[in-house]
């Protein structure tokens, strides 16, 4: 059964920094572009990165690039989203997700909360 | 980046109706190759989204044949032939023709 995890959300001040993992398991990660998506408290759905199966293709939303970093670790079946700088804005459940093709999506973790808050 | 439309926003259904969402895009969603990238989602409440649909009109494994999905070009439409009660939450239509993937806006749909 394909499986993502997300961890590593919470709060945090602005101006602070927080690293997000994806755990994925049931399939090969290596195979795959790989996404975060977040929504904001009663909002809608935000594309905010992507990277591809070798991890050398990255792209990001313009509200976070030079912010975010996306990485992955193939061998660990894991999936990063480093978020520096963060500000109110980026308070929003994250998720990963798979890309079957053409980012149509079909897998999503539970989702991980980070609040920025003083 | 690609605006996406959706309307309505909020649709509430009688048990065993049909249902329609729409959705335009600000660009052309056809490739090069034929096929168009549009694809839709549903985020039931206190959930993670899932896929329905992928390019236009192809059902998701698993996604019952009361959904379907038409259209090309810019403008595409989402249907439920008979709405059940486990077809309540938020629908979201997607483009992948472009980088960044961006979503619509989201249509709530609840059961009469």
Known sequence: EVQLVESGGGLVQPGGSLRLSCAASGFTLSNFWMYWVRQAPGKGLLWVSRINPDGRITDYADSVKGRFTISRDNAKNTLFLQMNSLTADDTAVYFCARDMRWQALDSWGQGTLVTVSS | ?112
């Open chain 2, 1 to 112: 980046d690609v605006v996406m439309t959706q309307t309505p926003l909020s649709l509430s259904v009688t048990p065993g109706q049909p249902a329609s969402i729409s959705c335009q895009s600000s660009q052309s969603l056809l490739h090069s190759n034929g096929k168009t990238y549009l694809h839709w989602y549903l985020q039931k409440p206190g959930q993670s989204p899932q896929l329905l649909i992928y390019e236009v009109s192809s059902r998701f494994s698993g996604v019952s044949d009361r959904f379907s999905g038409s259209g090309s070009g810019t403008d595409f439409t989402l249907k439920i032939s008979r709405v059940e009660a486990e077809d309540v939450g938020v629908y979201y239509c997607m483009q992948g023709r472009h980088v960044p993937g961006t979503f619509g806006q989201g249509t709530k749909v609840e059961i009469k």
